[in-house]
């Protein structure tokens, strides 16, 4: 069967590369990965892989032989016709998206009528027709990603909706990739390259923007006394508005709002439109990180020479990611207001620990909480639900707890002795269930 199937190209094989030659390899093509970092390769070719994304390693050793990574893009072209590009695409300091990764594996693509630039990485709206403009016998269509860190391996088995952007032209082109997908059942979407690019810019914004929006209403409902678990429930059950992505906590991180709501943001106002809306969601979510300190500070009034646990690093669980992580911000404020910050996160520690030199970093979250003065949940790692709160609080030297993601049960963190604070929540509220992802 595998014979029939189309074989694929990637190019960068980076957290989304790396998934999506995985996936299409379990699906039964043959793939073909290209990155230029030779240690990378190496490294992927003897079967090591050095990110945390559940279910990734496993599907990679089960179809070790129909995946081949390489330096060479001769080799590349060579193996398959279809070629996806997830190179990443970072900030610039003026916070435009920096294409400059994207733009050398174009110029090192040949227009031979034969090849398809598939684009992955998440680009701004124009991209296409600009590389369209450059090389005009390239086939072009944009397929971004929808993939959530620690469910990836799912969502692209199980996709909400496939998004295929072709220009008149390349119809053929976005045949052949749909046909890729058919076998996964979500929904196919077709549109023209510069609409395929804003859904993708738009979806990642609306859903930062439902983010900050609760995280308003929990402030609020901090002032009126109300409780954000039940209002985000209740305004979840208007089919209109729906459940997901309305949990309350200390601000969304990660390696796509932030890049992309800033991106947006530049696009708009390179094309001369200000989007004010975004600005003010971009704005709530640094406050959102900062407002830990004052919570901190109603209990222990100044943090300087306190000693401050972060339960979690990682930007959320079941990843090691720490790009745009709310801890890393954290610590950074703790320490300028004195704290001594100690740490833990059973995933993403070594990696944390690159960036955050000067904080100290426990091998358990009671080793972290031993003697602290206070302590902040970060990442809702299960582990955390489980732990002997009662235990915990006679180990610290105060037992204070901001929990972060409103993670906890809160009548039973003051029942353990906890002086506790959520957002948008009080001691006394009963934990909700309100979906989150
Ligand atoms: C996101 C998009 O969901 C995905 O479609 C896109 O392709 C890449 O960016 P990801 O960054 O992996 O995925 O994580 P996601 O699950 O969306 O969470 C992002 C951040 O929002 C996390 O920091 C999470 O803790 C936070 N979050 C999420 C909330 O604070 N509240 C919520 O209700 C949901």
């Known amino acids: 069967m595998s014979e029939q199937l189309e074989p694929v190209g990637v190019i960068g094989v980076g957290w989304v590369g790396l998934v999506t030659a995985a996936c299409f390899a379990e699906l039964g093509h043959q793939v073909i990965a290209r990155d230029i970092v030779p240690e990378k390769v190496e490294a992927l070719s003897r079967g090591e892989i050095t990110i945390h994304e559940p279910g990734l390693e496993e599907l990679l050793q089960r179809n070790a032989e129909r995946i081949a990574f390489t330096t060479e893009m001769d080799e590349l072209l060579a193996g398959a016709r279809l070629l996806f590009v997830c190179v990443d695409t970072p900030p610039t300091y003026s916070g435009d998206a920096d294409l400059s990764r994207v733009r050398a594996v174009v110029e090192e693509l040949r227009e031979d009528g034969d090849h398809v ?30 993939l959530k860190e620690g469910t990836a391996v799912k969502d692209f088995m199980h996709p909400d909706r496939v998004v295929i952007g072709a220009d008149p032209g390349d119809e053929g082109a976005a045949e052949a990739v749909e046909a890729l997908y058919k076998p996964l059942g979500g929904e196919i979407l077709r549109a023209d390259v510069a609409s395929a690019e804003m859904i993708k810019l738009a979806s990642n914004a609306f859903l930062a923007t439902k983010i900050s929006f609760i995280n308003e209403i929990a402030n609020v409902c901090e002032e009126v006394g109300a409780d954000v678990g039940q209002v985000a429930e209740g305004m979840g059950l208007d089919e209109r508005i729906g459940p997901k992505f309305l949990k309350a906590g200390i601000g969304w991180g990660g390696s796509c709002f932030g890049k992309d709501t800033i991106a947006l943001k530049k696009l708009a106002g390179n094309s001369g439109y200000h989007f004010q809306l975004l600005s003010a969601v971009i704005d709530v979510n640094e406050l959102q990180k900062r407002r830990v300190v004052q919570k901190l500070k109603k209990h222990l009034d100044s943090l300087a020479g306190r000693r401050v646990a972060l339960l979690g690093l990682a930007f959320k669980p079941d990843t090691d990611d720490m790009r745009d992580a709310a801890s890393l911000v954290l610590a950074a404020r703790l320490e300028g207001e004195g704290a001594e910050v100690v740490a833990y996160d059973p995933v993403a520690a070594e990696r944390a620990a690159t960036l955050l030199d000067s904080v100290e970093m426990a091998t358990s979250a009671m080793e972290a ?50 002086e506790y604070e959520g957002i948008g929540r009080t001691a006394l509220d009963a934990p909700r269930t309100a979906s989150a992802s």
């Open 369 to 418: 909480l031993e003697g602290a003065d206070a302590a902040v949940l970060v990442t809702e790692w299960p582990e955390f639900a489980e732990l002997d709160w009662v235990a915990a609080a006679e180990r610290m030297a105060r037992p204070v707890l901001v929990d972060g993601r409103n993670f906890l049960d809160p009548q039973k963190l003051v029942k353990a002795g906890f």
């Open 117 to 146: 630039l598939i684009m992955k990485s998440t680009v701004p709206a124009g991209t296409g027709e600009s590389i369209r403009r450059d090389k005009p016998n390239l086939s072009y269509v944009s397929c971004p990603e929808f």
